[in-house]
């Protein structure tokens, strides 16, 4: 077993549009953790940033509860925590805990084995941690596979609200129009099939949702807000991040930079952000 070790997994941006509980992207905004000796008797935890009211300081913080999911024994060992993605804004924070939990036992122990289990029974669904992981197809359970690439940068404006996901689950109805499943269905497949060829001219149609947004919207009034100023930016356009209530907006490759700050005052942040190239990182 190593002495030290440092983990980092990235943000996320589940649904985007029509691929409700199906598509998601890692986002290069990154939690930390370093693991390293401490108390001999128990666990230690210290956080930083982000959560730093909210998250556990003892043997039930999520990181550690992954950890262990793992079969990495926490006894003994201290976890620093360095949060950067904001909780409760649909933007992957649990799930870069947990894919950073899960991989960490795995690397602690030796272990090999597919890391996408154990972090989707954490987490209970599997977009986010796929997308953190970069998981590809598996024989059997969850399974997720990775897109070639992604010919989009983003931009992403963060309010100061939060949205806890079980409100925004409650929200949609339990069923809805075969017209508006089939238009989805359509907008979906468009959706990654423009990603993956780069025809990035149709995205503009291959964004529009009618399967959760329009339910969520009401919860997610920086929606509205952010798609009337988007007029003569170079963007595809905008979509609610996992369960809300941040906001996604799809620029132009290289141009996310110029987009958030063209959205400057819309919400208390925006972020310009790089689709992740990696995953859940070790070192």
Request: glycine share 10%.
């Amino acid at each position: 077993m190593p002495e030290r070790m440092h983990v980092s997994a990235p943000a996320s941006a589940a649904n985007l549009g029509p691929g409700f509980d199906c598509l998601a992207v890692a986002l290069e905004l990154r939690n930390e953790v370093t693991i390293g000796p401490g108390d001999a008797d128990g666990v230690e935890v210290t956080v930083e940033g982000e959560g730093v009211r909210a998250a556990s300081r003892g043997a039930d913080n999520l990181f550690v509860r992954a950890f262990r999911a793992a079969g990495a024994d926490a006894r003994g060992l201290r976890f620093e925590m360095r949060n950067r993605i904001p909780f409760y804004r649909g933007l992957g924070s649990s799930a870069a805990t947990i894919s950073a939990g899960v991989a960490a036992g795995l690397a602690w122990t030796g272990r090999e084995a597919d890391p996408l289990p154990a972090a989707v029974e954490l987490e209970g669904h599997p977009d986010n941690v796929a997308a953190a992981l970069l998981a590809w197809t598996t024989e059997s359970g969850p399974a997720a596979v990775r897109l070639g690439g992604c010919p989009v940068d983003f931009a992403v404006a963060v309010p100061d609200d939060e949205l806890p996901t079980k409100l925004a689950r409650e929200a949609l109805p339990q069923t809805i129009a075969h017209a508006d499943a089939v238009h989805t269905t359509a907008r979906a497949a468009l959706l990654v099939a423009a990603l993956q060829s780069g025809r990035t001219e149709l995205l503009k149609d291959a964004l529009d949702d009618r399967l959760h947004e329009p339910y969520r919207a009401p919860f997610v009034p920086l929606l509205d807000a952010i798609r009337g100023r988007l007029d003569g930016l170079p963007v595809y356009g905008a979509t609610i991040s996992g369960a809300g209530p941040s906001v996604l907006v799809w620029c132009e490759r290289g141009a996310g930079p110029a987009v958030a700050r063209s959205l400057a005052g819309v919400a208390p942040r925006v972020l310009p952000l790089a689709v992740s190239e990696n995953g859940v990182e070790i070192s």
